[in-house]
């Protein structure tokens, strides 16, 4: 693929890696992160990830958390920080962005962060919750597979927290995942951006 035509949500990008480290200030929690060129938002966290992390709540039952999409890994590492004893899985199609979220991880001495590309997932595995800031800009079509595949995944009364640009189509999408049967209340609109509980089937 030319270089031109990558994107972050590339597998492998071929761009030079150019890593830079970005502190993570959150009302209850600071993250030191590594980032890179490459990847989503390296120079600072993204502000939607940040409305997200900011009002999504804890996951509403028991079991393991997905971050959906995870790039450098801050919803894992804040998943983990703010909820022991869960394991976090880290889910992202980049490479690179999955090698910076372990070893962001590791930095952090959190365990519980298990990030792997989508397919390692055993297709059996449910979640209490799925947190995502997802990738619409990989077109509406491989964003409704991706949305679909996981929330299929969630446990009865699990739900998945999505945060999406109005300009972007939150209220589409919304719509979308309400008749796909997947109900929708939107928890919170900051700063352009919707923050969406879904629930699963
Ligand atoms: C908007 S970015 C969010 C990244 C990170 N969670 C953050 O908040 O900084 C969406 C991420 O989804 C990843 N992605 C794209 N398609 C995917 C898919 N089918 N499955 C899992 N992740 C995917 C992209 O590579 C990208 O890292």
Excluded at 140 to 147: G, I, N, S, Y
């Amino acid at each position: 693929m030319e270089r031109s035509q990558q994107h972050y949500f590339t597998p492998a990008p071929d761009v030079a890696v150019t890593e830079h480290t970005i502190t993570v200030e959150l009302p209850d929690l600071e993250l030191t992160l590594t980032t890179s060129s490459g990847v989503f938002s390296p120079k600072r966290l993204d502000p939607g990830t940040r409305v997200l992390l900011e009002n999504a709540p804890p996951p509403p039952v028991d079991g393991d958390v997905l971050d959906l999409g995870c790039g450098y890994g801050p919803i894992a590492l804040a998943l983990a920080h703010r909820y022991p004893g869960r394991r976090v899985v880290a889910v992202d199609v980049n490479t690179r962005a999955l090698d910076l979220a372990r070893r962001n991880a590791v930095a952090a001495g959190l365990s519980a962060v298990d990030a792997r590309p989508p397919e390692d997932v055993p297709a059996d595995a449910r979640f209490a919750a799925i947190y995502s800031n997802p990738p619409i800009r990989t077109g509406k079509q491989a964003l409704h597979e991706m949305l679909l595949i996981w929330l299929a995944r969630l446990l009865p009364a699990g739900r998945a927290y999505l945060v999406v640009q109005r300009n972007l189509g939150s209220d589409s999408l919304a719509g979308w995942l309400d008749q796909q049967g997947h109900p929708v209340r939107r928890i919170c609109s900051r700063r352009g951006y919707r923050v969406l509980e879904v629930a699963g089937q």
